[in-house]
């Protein structure tokens, strides 16, 4: 007897735990804080004139859609122009800039502006570490390796080729300029397609 | 309670008959607990006295020339536990004894020595002992289980070690610990069980579904796990073990504290702490490969022989440090890690544990309660609760570093209620129920999509096993089992997703909220499995044992194949589940030869798993992002077919020598495609060579030899455009890394002292020549070879 009511009590327990536990409540939404969606390289030319800009948008992330590639015009021949890389989190409205986290992070980021053997083009760092205050410190870093936030383009004589753009996250630094030196985790890689003309 | 009294008022009901000369007589019967079928050559002892008598064929025996009083009684039967009655002798006394006749039915009240009994007649079934556990103590639970033939593990790293039993793992791999079904998110790879091998006393493998009161969806196998038996007597015992381990330059240390009372109360108390800091290679350090274990747990309850309960709580926490090297942002970062030929971060040593690394917490509770039933058999009735948190941290951008990247909580009821009907001499059988409800909830404070969503299952099962002996040398069992399982999920999908997917077409109802970029869908799917199994075992007594199983058995999907979606980092992959996996259904036919000699003796294991809609994990194409390509690893599911065989034999050469050999080979085929199966264990093969001295302080010394061929079977490598080399590549990572061959030693030696207190020391070491190698089932083996040179010290103390 004892044993039948202990059997039927441990049932009724165990059916009240599960008749009781769910809730209709919905998960929050999660929208990403880390992605990048964005890159945006504005290439403005020394001396006046128009600015180029160069755009790579990925707004599914790590979605299957491929990012959107888009290219404002061409190069002029014999130019030098000043760049600037602005990287958004567009899943985020408005728009969040990535760069404050990447300038408080100077130290553990770098670009790398890699263009292939039939672009006449040379690029140079134009920032290194302690144009940027570090977000551990609040001071500007003290140490001076490229970090490539803004940087320069040099043209030569017309051609097309690509310039490929790569953001590694604690690379090795300083390096030789070359990826696979610099090693670390890469946080964005776009290669653009460019006309010098 | 009742049986309690009955049995007391029959000890105490004198016959008649009054005497004060000491001529007093004490009669009985000593029988069977559950048949009463009557015991021949049963001894009965007074205690205090040297008489002893023994039960004739009737079970009956006579003790004369007594005084009248107080008697205590040892009852002995070769086949049964010693069993300590007190009886008041005044006249004529007759008395009943029931003692517990079969072997197997004991394990609650006796002391199982060595000895671990069997769960299964007619599967393959293998064990692990106390002493090789505790040789394992400052490792894992994948690392001593490999000593079992047909048992490989598929690694992350050394810390992080899964089972894995004829060549399947995770989900189709059940773990009882202490007879509860481990719920721990054993879905990922990079997901070890959450035990700590120091709690477990004796550990079986079932090398198949056919133990179905553990569950039905065992394609692989059952690991049980067991505590070993308190004895029912007022005593208090106890061991501890520090070892020392030279890669990672810590250790480890465990206590296990038991009280037991002759009226059938005990308590017993245990705990470990391990610490570790990087892990070495023979030519580098494994930066970021420290690991901090801490496990514990207390038991108390009441044994007796007509009934018991036991109520248990364990807890269980392991951070541990994953590869530093191997995360990676995308295919490019990949292809450069395994041309590198070595991790490309290399720091000093460290004890620190530092992103990317796993935290998780596993909390265990148990209440069980048994009663036996005269002449019937035995009920167990069971409720245990189980509460598992996991976070993962990964190299993070911004101030993210202490920000889990996943964070999920996973809480099981269980209630479960069998009864083991074993009252006949011929057949056995045992039916029972199971009630389950889990849910998980995935953290969004991580800010990181989830990659398991937020759930509730329901599981409903019922099984019948039965066994009968057929003849003395045959017996038979069969079994059938069905689950229900429902799973409740609340998942986002991105909309990009959900259209690549094509669930658009098919799953568009499931849909409760568009938030634009997002979906909230609710996916309900309701699955119900069957299996069935059955078998013989012939056992001959010029000691062979022929086994012989077929095995139909039923997993549905798990979380992860059903909605796994998203970017691994650790892995640099992208992982896409299906709504549309069903599940997954397995017949496999074992065999099993065993065939023992005077000075030797081998073990013949075949086995065919043929599996149809089998769900496996692949990379089958490579998606773009602003990050990079990334290969895209999916579940598809497919008809497969796993052929292996396990050998093992051993050799007494002289008193002190012994040889043990060990081959194990498995064969996995995607048999739709005829391609090879990925993560199939290599063929290995290992031998070991003992000498043992009992005369000096049982010295012990063994010499280990262990052979991994290379793995020739596995899928094809796919190319991927890379955008940092603007051309197609090979991604190598199918490659199977070259066969290796590893030696160890180990060393024991035992020193009794006074008052049971016996101390054990042990030296092991393992890759003794420091080979550099690199292992298929080691998934950080794109990045770095496998550990070096071990040396482990190991004190014992039993008190």
């Known amino acids: ?197 | 309670m009742k049986i309690y009294i009955f049995i007391t008022l029959l000890l105490l009901i004198p016959l008649y008959g009054v005497s004060q000369d000491c001529n007093d007589i004490l009669t009985g019967q000593v029988m069977d607990y559950h048949n009463k079928t009557p015991l021949e050559n049963a001894s009965i002892q007074i205690l205090g006295n040297q008489k002893i008598v023994k039960t004739d064929n009737k079970g009956k025996f006579q003790i004369p020339s007594l005084c009248p009083g107080l008697y205590e009684l040892e009852i002995s039967h070769p086949e049964c536990t010693t069993t300590f009655i007190k009886v008041e002798v005044d006249g004529i006394t007759w008395i009943d004894i029931k003692l517990e006749h079969h072997l197997e039915e004991l394990e609650e009240v006796k002391v199982v020595g060595d000895a671990v009994a069997k769960k299964t007649n007619s599967s393959l079934e293998e064990s692990l002992k106390l002493k090789t556990l505790e040789q394992y103590s400052s490792g894992s639970l994948g690392d001593a289980l490999k000593e079992l033939s047909g048992v490989s593990s598929l690694n992350t790293g050394a810390n992080i070690v899964k089972p894995a039993i004829h060549g399947l793992n995770g989900s189709r791999v059940l773990i009882l610990n202490d007879g509860v079904r481990m719920q721990d998110m054993e879905w990922g790879d990079e997901h070890a069980p959450n035990i700590d091998i120091n709690a477990a006393g004796t550990i079986s493998v079932i090398k198949g579904a056919s133990a179905l009161l553990y569950g039905g969806d065992a394609i692989g196998g059952v690991i049980v796990m067991e505590q070993a038996r308190i004895p029912a007597k007022d005593t208090l015992y106890g061991k501890s073990i520090v070892n020392g381990v030279s890669n990672g330059r810590g250790g480890n240390i465990t206590t296990e504290l038991i009280k037991a009372f002759e009226s059938g109360w005990y308590l017993r108390g245990q705990g470990s702490y391990k610490r570790l800091g990087d892990h070495e290679a023979p030519d580098y350090v494994l930066s970021n490969t420290g690991v901090q274990e801490i496990g514990a747990s207390l038991q108390f309850g009441k044994q007796l022989f007509t009934w018991g309960w036991d109520a248990k709580y364990s807890y269980y926490n392991s951070e541990i440090a994953v590869l530093r090297a191997s995360h990676i942002g995308n295919i490019d970062d990949l292809i450069r890690g395994i041309n590198n030929g070595q991790p490309e971060i290399i720091r000093p040593f460290t004890y620190d544990i530092q992103n990317p690394r796993q935290e998780v917490t596993h909390h265990l509770g148990k209440l069980k309660f048994y009663k036996r039933f005269e002449g019937l058999g035995k009920w167990n009735v069971q409720y245990d609760y189980q509460n598992n948190r996991r976070f993962e941290f990964d190299v993070r951008r911004g101030e993210r570093d202490n920000q889990a990247s996943i964070d999920l909580e996973l809480t099981t009821h269980t209630f479960s209620t069998d009864f083991k009907w074993d009252a006949k001499e011929l057949y056995e059988l045992q039916f029972g129920i199971l009630g389950r409800f889990q849910e998980n909830f995935a953290n969004p404070t991580t800010g990181v999509r989830r990659l398991i969503p937020d759930y509730e299952k329901y599981d409903f099962g019922a099984f019948v096993t039965g066994e009968y002996r057929l003849t003395d040398e045959i017996l038979v069992d069969a079994g059938f089992r069905y689950d229900f399982n429902r799973i409740d999920a609340k998942k986002f999908y991105q909309t990009s997703r959900w259209e690549e997917r094509g669930y658009d077409q098919e799953f568009q109802d499931l849909i409760i909220n568009d938030l634009g970029t997002q979906l909230l869908t609710n996916p309900i799917f309701d699955y119900h499995n069957f299996s069935t199994t059955f078998g013989a075992q012939y056992a001959e007594n010029s000691g062979s044992v022929i086994r012989i199983n077929y095995a139909i058995s039923q997993r549905a999907p798990n979380p992860s194949e059903l909605f796994s979606d998203g970017l691994h980092h650790s892995a640099a992959r992208i992982e896409l589940g299906d709504l549309r996996i069903k599940s997954e259904t397995s017949h496999k036919i074992s065999a099993s030869y065993q065939q023992d000699f005077n000075n030797w003796g081998f073990t013949l294991e075949p086995y065919a798993n043929f599996i149809q809609d089998f769900i496996l994990l692949e990379p089958t194409s490579v998606e773009f992002t602003i990050r990079g390509a990334f290969p895209v690893w999916e579940y598809r599911q497919t008809n497969a077919r796993l052929l292996g065989v396990d050998t093992a034999a051993y050799i007494d050469w002289t008193g002190n020598w012994r040889t043990d050999h060990q081959f194990s080979l498995v064969k996995g085929t995607d048999t739709e495609n005829n391609s090879a199966l990925i993560n199939i264990p290599a063929a290995n093969f290992r031998n070991k060579l003992t000498f043992v001295k009992p005369e000096w302080n049982n010295f012990e010394f063994s010499l280990e030899s262990q052979y991994v061929f290379e793995q020739n079977e596995h899928p094809d490598n796919i190319t991927a455009f890379s955008p940092e080399q603007q051309q197609e590549v090979v991604l190598e990572i199918n490659t199977p890394p070259e066969a290796y061959h590893l030696l160890g030693v180990s060393s024991k030696m035992e020193f009794p002292f006074k008052n049971n207190l016996k101390l054990t020391t042990s030296l092991t070491v393992s890759n003794l020549l420091d080979t550099n190698y690199r292992d298929y089932l080691n998934r950080q083996r794109f990045f770095a070879d496998d550990l070096g040179r071990n040396i482990i010290l190991q004190l014992k103390l039993n008190y």
């Open chain 1, 1 to 197: 007897m004892k044993t039948t009511k202990f059997l039927s009590l441990a049932l009724l327990t165990g059916t009240l735990l599960v008749g009781c536990s769910s809730d209709d409540n919905d998960p929050e939404v999660i929208n990403p804080e880390e992605t990048i969606t964005t890159m945006n390289v504005t290439l403005t030319p020394q001396g006046g004139g128009t600015a180029i800009t160069l755009q790579s948008q990925d707004l599914d992330g790590d979605g299957p859609n491929p990012p959107m590639i888009s290219i404002s015009g061409s190069l002029a021949e014999n130019t030098v122009y000043d760049g600037t890389v602005e990287l958004l989190n567009e899943t985020e409205t408005p728009a969040e800039s990535i760069n404050e986290e990447i300038e408080g992070e100077a130290a553990e980021h770098q670009f790398f502006f890699i263009p292939n053997n039939t672009l006449n083009a040379t690029i140079a760092y134009d920032d290194d570490e302690s144009d940027y205050v570090s977000a551990e410190t609040g001071v500007n870093f003290t140490s001076t390796n490229p970090v490539g936030i803004s940087f320069t383009v040099t043209t030569t004589d017309a051609s097309t080729g690509t310039l490929a753009i790569t953001l590694r996250h604690e690379p090795k630094k300083p390096n030789d300029g070359t990826l696979a030196d610099a090693g670390g985790e890469t946080d964005i890689t776009q290669a653009f397609t460019l006309v010098i003309e």
